[in-house]
């Protein structure tokens, strides 16, 4: 099994940036595709970014060019940078490793709000 633990959230004005961390242990590798998830209130849980073990990238259309997803194979730890934020990109965010689908960490709210 694997363990996530998300963190780096927390309160930023619009246009403003947050480093979001994953760290990971357990049965996880280097090969295997790490994802990014956010939950806004209300809604349903949504795939902002991927990132394959070979270290190609793709991102939800909403956060093409302000999102960047990365990786640090030798601290089992992905990282979401985000800039330019706006509300609407409010939300719980999580990690999530695709050979495990249905195991999460507790997540870290990102509220952006003047």
């Known amino acids: 099994q694997v363990q996530l633990v998300e963190s780096g959230g927390g309160l930023v004005q619009p246009g403003g940036s947050l480093r979001l961390s994953c760290a990971a242990s357990?049965?996880?590798?280097?090969?295997?595709?790490m994802n990014w998830y956010r939950q806004a209130p209300g809604k349903q849980r949504e795939l902002v970014a991927t990132?394959?073990?070979?270290?190609?990238?793709s991102y939800a259309d909403s956060v093409k060019g302000r999102f960047t997803i990365s990786r640090d194979n030798a601290k089992n730890t992905v990282y979401l940078q985000m800039y330019s934020l706006r509300p609407e990109d409010t939300g719980v965010y999580y990690c999530?490793?695709?050979?495990?689908?249905?195991?999460w960490g507790q997540g870290t709210q990102v509220t952006v709000s003047s």
């Open positions: 999530n490793v695709f050979r495990y689908p249905t195991t």
């Open positions: 990132i394959t073990g070979g270290g190609s990238t």
């Open positions: 357990g049965r996880i590798f280097g090969i295997d595709d």
